[in-house]
């Protein structure tokens, strides 16, 4: 056990022996509060480990309202496990010119797709191409699978869970620390 999950059991222990209406909305708000500031740092974490938009990650991470579960009370933030489509990323088309003996030198072709799904590692794929999604009318990026014309594969990078899974336990200790500093100042007020 780390010392800043020590430290938050001992002063939740002793926020839960004040008894009473105004403990638990203070505890609520804290959790409320810490939950909320979680979000903010998973955003940004999550921006440093996969070329999306902080828009787009903050639309696909919620806060959970304060609950109680049992003797005890839990707030927390909960992502989309839905894949990201891969042209949520930063990508651009590629144009290559066209080798055809009666054109002229001015004449290009659809060449693939560029890309960035994690910053700073750009990907070039030449098999790549864009293609309206049905129903949703969003745009996708797929690559063929064979032949026919549904012959294709809509392609996915990691969704925003999977990223938030790989930074959470990196935000955690901040989180459990500003969580124990404003129960341990909620606690100072009670007792003065």
Known sequence: MSKATRDMKIVLD???QLTGKHSA???QTVLSDTAKHGRERGVAA????VALSKQYIGRHLRVL????????????????RRGVLLSRFENRGLRVPKKHPRRGKGSTKHGGVTGMVKPGRRYTEPKFFFIGLRGSGAKGIAVRTGQGRDAYKVLHGPSVSQVF???????????????ARQVAGLLLEAFE
């Open 14 to 16: 002793a926020m839960a």
């Open 25 to 27: 909305v203070a505890l």
């Open 46 to 49: 999550i921006g440093g480990q």
């Open 65 to 80: 309202p304060p609950a109680q579960k049992g003797d005890y009370w839990e707030a927390g933030v909960q992502a989309t």
């Open 165 to 179: 899974q790989s930074v959470r336990n990196d935000i955690a200790p901040e989180l459990q620390d500003r969580a």
